[in-house]
C-alpha cells in the first residue's frame, strides 16, 4: 500500500481521516448521538464504586512499575468484593 500512495502521490491517512469524519459527522446528524442513561436499579452507592474502581484500574494501566500496579489491583479486587 505504501508503494502505491508514493505512485499515485496520495496520503492514504488523510484519505481515510476523510472517510471516516464524513461517516462520523452524518451518522451524528442523521441518527443523533445517544447518551448513556443510569440504570435505575443502581444505586447512588454502586455508581460511586464503579467510578472508583474506573479511577484504580486506570491508575493500574498506567503505571510502569510492579510493586504500585500489584497495589493498585489489590485495592481493585477488594472494590470488587464490596
Known amino acids: 500500500m505504501e508503494e502505491q500512495s508514493k505512485e499515485t502521490g496520495v496520503d492514504i491517512d488523510k484519505l481515510w481521516l476523510g472517510i471516516k469524519n464524513t461517516y462520523m459527522e452524518t451518522g451524528i446528524s442523521t441518527l ?15 455508581w460511586k464504586l464503579i467510578e472508583e474502581r474506573k479511577c484504580i484500574k486506570n491508575k493500574s494501566l498506567s503505571v510502569k512499575e510492579a510493586k504500585v500496579t500489584q497495589d493498585l489491583q489489590e485495592q481493585y479486587r477488594a472494590k470488587i468484593r464490596k
Do not use: A, M, Q
Request: aromatic share 20%; net charge positive.
Open 32 to 46: 443523533g448521538y445517544v447518551y448513556k442513561k443510569r440504570k435505575k436499579w443502581l444505586l447512588d452507592k454502586t
